[in-house]
Structures are given as C-alpha cells and as structure tokens.
Nanobody, 124 residues
Framework: VQLQASGGGLVQAGGSLRLSCAAS????????MGWFRQAPGKEREFVAA???????YYASSVKGRFTISADNAKSTVYLQMNSLKPEDTAVYYC???????????????????WGQGTQVTVSS
C-alpha cells in the first residue's frame, strides 16, 4: 500500500487548507483512512478518520473546523481545514488500516501504512 499526501503550506490564522492523500494497493472503500499530526517537540496525535466514506471521527481540538471526506473513485481522502490556528502547525500524516472490531481510530499503532507527511504552518 502506498499513500501520497499533499496540500500542505503556509497560511495565516483564520485561513483554510485542504490536504489530500491518494492511496493505492488496497480496495479503498473497505479500509479506514486517518489523519494524524505531529508538532515540533510533541508526540504524533490523532486528527480525524473516516470509514466506508461516511463514518467520521474527529479529535475534539479540530471538531467543527476540520472535515474529513473520501472519494472512493479516486481512492483519495481529504482533510478540509478551516479557521486554522497557529496551534494547528504540524506535519500532517495520512494513514490506512483495515477495519476490524474494536478498532481504536485514534491510536496510531492501529494503522498499518503511512504517508510521508505534509507540512502545515499557520502564522499568527
């Protein structure tokens, strides 16, 4: 499985960015896709996940500002980030795992494959 993340950049506080993650090598619609982020000096943390293109999970810190979506035809997951804050600055990673009973969507060790990361910088 290969994951290719893109869409990061520099944006002012209050602005928006959309990240993309293109997946190959698995039947996209039957798996769980997640976004995590890692800020300098901090551990990687869960941001959002989507299952079957319709069931979504969010970290409390981004709920209401970020939206995760999936396009099965393109095998791509998106993270629309609005009302960005300086504390959203981090390297964002997409990840993929097979759905299974009692999967903890917010735990990075549950995910099998990872993209290379894309930098998001929010200036104040």
């Amino acid at each position: 499985v290969q994951l290719q993340a893109s869409g990061g950049g520099l944006v002012q506080a209050g602005g928006s960015l959309r990240l993309s993650c293109a997946a190959s090598g698995r039947t996209f619609s039957t798996y769980v896709m997640g976004w995590f982020r890692q800020a300098p000096g901090k551990e990687r943390e869960f941001v959002a996940a989507v299952k079957y293109s319709a069931i979504r999970y969010y970290a409390s810190s981004v709920k209401g500002r970020f939206t995760i979506s999936a396009d099965n035809a393109k095998s791509t997951v998106y993270l629309q980030m609005n009302s960005l804050k300086p504390e959203d600055t981090a390297v964002y990673y997409c990840a993929n795992t097979e759905d299974r009973r009692l999967l903890d969507y917010g735990l990075e060790t549950e995910y099998d494959y990872w993209g290379q990361g894309t930098q998001v910088t929010v200036s104040s």
